[in-house]
């Protein structure tokens, strides 16, 4: 009996020393400010979350405050690096590969949305270019 109880006392105290070295997966959280030449802002925000950090929500929005956890993705895109983006001469470029999956639901004032779709493997190369980001 008293090895019996040696034995669960072994499995116990493995498992706990086994639950205490697991990883602790946090969502990673980023945030893009993007201000025009008149001073309006915007945030490319997107949270990553999963083992590999390949489950991913995106928005572009006005508000600092949206999205800062995965509990908040209201109006976002759920898809793994959804577009490319480019901000230049106040216009946002959203590229996408293969067909637009997001369209931004906020209105900006001095900021103007441009929606391009494009092949995947053109979409790929200019992941490589100068200016073109993913989220």
């Known amino acids: 009996m008293e090895t019996i109880k040696r034995k669960m006392l072994v ?5 706990i ?3 205490s070295c697991l990883p602790k997966f946090e969502d990673t ?3 893009k400010e993007i201000v025009s030449s ?6 490319v925000k997107s949270i990553n979350w999963g083992a590999t950090g390949d489950h991913q929500a995106t928005i572009i929005t006005c508000d600092i405050e949206k999205m800062k956890t995965r509990s908040d993705t209201t ?4 898809i793994l690096a959804p577009f490319l983006y480019r901000f ?3 216009t946002l470029t959203l590229v996408f590969s293969e067909e637009k999956t997001y ?3 906020e209105k900006f004032k001095t900021i103007k949305i441009k ?3 494009v092949e995947s493997s053109q979409f790929w190369r200019m992941k490589n270019e100068p200016g073109y980001l993913l989220p």
């Open 11 to 15: 499995v116990f105290l493995t498992i």
């Open 29 to 31: 959280l980023r945030c």
């Open 38 to 43: 008149k001073g309006e802002q915007i945030y």
């Open 88 to 90: 230049k001469d106040d």
């Open 17 to 19: 020393l086994f639950y």
């Open 75 to 78: 109006g976002s895109v759920n």
């Open 115 to 117: 929606y391009t779709v």
């Open 103 to 105: 369209e931004i639901k």
